[in-house]
């Protein structure tokens, strides 16, 4: 198995540079497994809805979607990011609330869960995520 920087995953999502591109290709259809963690996750996704490239939401659920349906990738924890993905889906009002975010709740939930421990909220400032029930205001 390898691991990919967010950089090698954005150059494959984008296909925008001559050179990276079809290097970062390579790898993600190689013979290799290809590990996605939490980070790179969020990274990426950031950074596609970013000033730069400003992906819409649809874009941003096609683009994790299209990662799912890889046979080489997997992820560091793909059940939680598939219940962020539908989070995201579901979110009202859906305009406002980040994929990014909906990722922090729901790894913050599965890992206070994975430890046995009760989960009593994430605290965020973010009004948008303040939606999701787990979510407290600081």
């Given at each position: 198995m390898i691991a990919l920087d967010t950089n090698v995953l954005l150059?494959?999502?984008?296909?925008?540079?001559k050179a990276q591109s079809p290097r970062a290709a390579k790898l993600l259809t190689g013979g290799d497994k290809v590990l996605?963690?939490?980070?790179?996750?969020?990274?990426?996704?950031?950074?596609?809805?970013g000033k730069k490239y400003k992906l819409t939401r649809e874009d941003l659920i096609k683009v994790v979607d299209q990662?799912?349906?890889?046979?080489?990738?997997e992820f560091e924890d793909g059940q939680t990011v598939w219940r962020a993905l539908s989070d995201?889906?579901?979110?009202?009002?859906?305009?406002e609330v980040d994929l990014?975010?909906?990722?922090?709740?729901?790894?913050a939930q599965f890992d206070t869960g994975r430890k046995a421990e009760k989960?009593?909220?994430?605290?965020?400032?973010?009004?948008?995520l303040q939606y999701f029930t787990d979510t407290k205001k600081p």
């Amino acid at each position: 198995m390898i691991a990919l920087d967010t950089n090698v995953l954005l150059r494959y999502l984008l296909q925008d540079d001559k050179a990276q591109s079809p290097r970062a290709a390579k790898l993600l259809t190689g013979g290799d497994k290809v590990l996605i963690t939490d980070v790179v996750m969020v990274e990426t996704l950031w950074t596609l809805k970013g000033k730069k490239y400003k992906l819409t939401r649809e874009d941003l659920i096609k683009v994790v979607d299209q990662l799912f349906r890889e046979p080489n990738i997997e992820f560091e924890d793909g059940q939680t990011v598939w219940r962020a993905l539908s989070d995201f889906r579901t979110a009202l009002p859906p305009a406002e609330v980040d994929l990014a975010d909906t990722l922090i709740l729901a790894k913050a939930q599965f890992d206070t869960g994975r430890k046995a421990e009760k989960f009593n909220g994430l605290y965020t400032f973010d009004v948008a995520l303040q939606y999701f029930t787990d979510t407290k205001k600081p």
